[in-house]
Nanobody
């Protein structure tokens, strides 16, 4: 399974971005998907996750109400809509795929990772 994240860029505080993660493979709908991020000088942290069906999602408290994770199983792509961005959202964002259809919050539950896309939020 290959994952290709895109959509990062430079945005002002309060703005929006939509990240995409395109995947290869025919088992996309059977995989829980997650977004993680690593801010400068910090460890990678959980952002959001979605089940294989798309019916169940989970968010970090820091992004709840501002970010929305979704997926299009026909396009084998997962999205992260980010609104009301803050400078502290600046990070490299990674998408990840698990072996099962459940969503997870821990990195070790994910087996495949994309290369990351940089999001920079200016104040």
């Amino acid at each position: 399974v290959q994952l290709q994240a895109s959509g990062g860029g430079l945005v002002q505080a309060g703005g929006s971005l939509r990240l995409s993660c395109a995947t290869s493979g025919r088992t996309f709908s059977n995989r829980g998907m997650g977004w993680f991020r690593r801010a400068p000088g910090k460890e990678r942290e959980f952002v959001a996750a979605i089940s294989g069906s798309g019916l169940s999602t989970n968010y970090a408290d820091s992004v709840k109400g501002r970010f929305t994770i979704s997926r299009d199983n026909a396009k084998t792509t997962v999205y992260l809509q980010m609104n009301s961005l803050k400078p502290e959202d600046t990070a490299v964002y990674y998408c990840a795929a698990s072996y099962t259809s459940t969503w997870y919050k821990r990195e070790y539950e994910y087996d495949y990772w994309g290369q990351g896309t940089l999001v920079t939020v200016s104040s």
